[in-house]
């Protein structure tokens, strides 16, 4: 899995993907 993280509401938008990714496994 390749995360590419933007500053400001990109950092956001990873951090519920890595969350939705958790819950998803």
Known sequence: MTVIVFP???S???GMSRDFY???N
């Open 12 to 14: 956001q938008f990873v």
């Open 22 to 24: 958790d819950n998803f």
């Open 8 to 10: 400001g509401q990109g």
